[in-house]
């Protein structure tokens, strides 16, 4: 009951950020609440939470401190959301350093979908032609393909590198490349297959980087930049293009 009429009595304002080349649009919503905060959603909704008593300059202080967080999340989420690979007859498939031109075919006599690379076109023989089936086929060869050439990569690596490690996971998480645990079990995020091979192989040296150095210290970005001397490139093209390989249907 008392929740309830406290979101009866919230208010909520439409504003903009101008931002060098960026038009941001945030809205403020007051509340019973004791801080600030702001937060921006998937797909770039910018929310300011702010407690009755704030005023207008609290709000704009917030902003400028948080100037630069709001601008690259922002960019990053809307990114994001709009950059994605669209999965349909005849789209680019991109795989490590090439593209492969995806070809959809029907046939109603097969139980299974299969996929298959000719020269430089991806096969997909599918007994349904459906978006959604279609990018889980993909991403079924992708993993597969993603957890082959990790796996043989992270071996040539650690033989360089001198280190050791356990078990190697390929995941769909949504903004991470990659993880190392305490054990030494390492996760990579499949996506990587799709990038350049350099990219891929930074965040293998990366991963492999913390069996020696389990934190981002200077120590651990030398070890870095011994095995992928270009690791500050790589990283920014990851921040700046990683959010862009989403199968999206249309
Ligand atoms: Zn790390």
Not at 57 to 65: F, G, N, P
Not at 147 to 174: C, D, F, N, P, W
Request: hydrophobic residues 40%; charged residues 25%.
């Amino acid at each position: 009951m008392e929740k309830e009429l406290q979101w009866k009595t919230k208010t909520i304002d439409e504003h903009y950020i101008y931002y060098d080349d960026l038009e941001i649009p945030y809205e403020v919503i007051r509340s019973k609440r004791k801080s600030l905060a702001i937060a921006i959603s998937i797909g770039g909704n910018v929310t300011i939470k702010i407690p009755w008593q704030a005023t207008k300059a609290d709000v704009i202080r917030l902003l400028e401190t948080k100037r630069d967080w709001i601008y690259h999340s922002y960019k990053k989420q809307v990114v994001r959301t709009r950059n994605g690979i669209e999965v349909k007859e005849g789209a680019s498939i991109p795989f490590l350093d090439k593209a492969f031109r995806l070809h959809i075919q029907h046939n109603s006599s097969k139980n299974v979908a299969d996929i298959a690379v000719q020269e430089d076109i991806v096969l997909i023989e599918t007994p349904v032609v459906d978006s959604d089936f279609i990018i889980e086929c993909l991403e079924t060869w992708y993993k597969k393909n993603a957890k082959h050439v990790i796996t043989m990569r992270a071996e040539q690596y650690a033989k360089a590198m001198g280190v050791s490690y356990g078990k190697i996971s390929i995941r769909s998480q949504k903004s991470r490349w990659g993880s190392c645990s305490s054990l030494g079990n390492l996760n990579f995020n499949w996506h990587l297959i799709m990038m350049p091979s350099n990219i891929l192989d930074y965040v293998v040296v990366h991963e492999l980087a913390h069996r020696i150095e389990m934190n981002h210290s200077a120590q651990f970005w030398q070890i870095v930049s011994e095995f992928c001397p270009a690791y500050k490139q790589r990283k920014a093209w990851l921040k700046e293009k990683g959010m862009s390989y989403e199968l999206l249907t249309k």
